[in-house]
């Protein structure tokens, strides 16, 4: 639905090839931007030990957990590996007018 | 062909990441991982924190819940030691009076925590297990006093667990500062403050010159006079690798059970891997080291599990670790003391992080401390860098504006 897309941030305040947290209500999210700016989005906490992606390092596709170095594909959520083996829930992202809008629904 | 199995002794981080690998990797043979706790195989970074300050009752946080152990066939025994190995008739006997043939054996036997050898210091309570963890969280109640001998990351990180939870808490630490083993001393100064600044008392330079109790209620004596009394007494003083049984067996000992690059011991049919073990690290010109921590132990057991099916390699992960003490996240990648020369980058928001560099440029280790979100990703990229052994510019490795990802790519 329409009414579901939340403005999130600005296109760049995100670096090229990094993530930033964004939080709304209850919920927490990490978006992403690639280094050919495209900005996707997933939960922002590991499924392995509740630790904030935004803290991580983004390498091309990958998000790594900042403690145990849990590796998922942000682009589908995709876990890559021990410890992580539980995938994470992406959301579908649109940039219009220079800001990030989430489809939260 | 035998097919005897393999054998895992230790159920820890590195057994269970041993196990959990060869079934991935294809391996269909029995296989059996013996530990001598009564739980399934768990994680112990959170034990002297999450499991100890939850709210909640604490869950316990088993290993590979969803894709692991479970229907992986594995033959996991509990509450059982191995007491010997027949390295001739390649068996092991167990404290249930069985014995069990293998082809492979991995010796992931840990590290126990050093003891007080001080008379009357015997109800000092020590952390390795969940079930010690257990134990602390009912000591730690809000107004207790607690006396913590040792200021390394076991006895702080219990400090700052014991600070979140209301405890009056003392860390008596015999060297001149706090975490004296590898840590830069500008980091560990910030971290002192940061204990401090939350009411944690730091004596450090102190020595002890006796232990008495009553009860619950524990006194220690340092040497300069001054009683500190506790309701609780708490000791982490560091740990010894478990070598026992690889002792009895004759196999090579060298701070640990010696292996190979491919973490074979002194018999080509036994491996080792994780606390226990002692490895030659190509990084650092092949020396000998051994590490207790949870990436180590995570990536040796599941290495020992390749190296057993024969994978060729030789294992070069640069070593990482990370310390979790009120809101501060402390790491460390590479070897600090090999480093001669320091150089530091200011992340901003009190975070500090250094590069120690080799006499020839090259990036030996980096350390850090402040929030995570401030320092982890700069470690890891760190951590690349190290294991590139890369000799990136001083310059920019001081300066805020160069990002690390560039010198990569460099």
Redesign the interface.
Known sequence: MADDWVDACAADDIDE?DVIRFDHGARTFAIYRTDDNVYFATDGLCTH?Q??L????VMGSII?C????GRFDFRTGAAKG??V??DLATYPVKVEGGRVFLNLG | MTKAGIVIVGAGEAGARAAITLRAEGYDAPLTLIGDERHAPYERPPLSKATIVSEAAPAIPTIGDAAGLVGSNIDHLTSVCVVSIDRSARNVALSNGRALAYDKLLLATGAKPRRLAIKGADAAVYLRNFDDSLALRGHMKAGRRIAIIGGGFIGLELASSACALGCEVMVIEAAPRILMRGVPSAIADIVASRHRAAGVELATGATIAGVSRTGDHHIVTLANGRKIEADCLIAGIGAAPDIALAEAAALSIDNGIAVDGRLRTSDPHIYAAGDCASFPHPLYNGRRIRLEAWRNAFDQGAFAAKSMLGAAEEYQAVPWFWSDQHDLNLQIAGLVDEGRETVARDLGEGALLLFHLTDDGRLAAASAVGPLGKIAREVRLAEMLIARRARPDRQALASPDVKLKSLLAA
């Not at chain 1, 935004?54 to 390092?57: I, N, P, R």
């Not at chain 1, 900042?66 to 170095?69: A, D, I």
Request: net charge negative; proline share 12%.
């Open positions: 090839e030990e630790v904030h935004a803290d991580g390092l790594e900042p403690k145990h170095n021990a410890p083996c539980v």
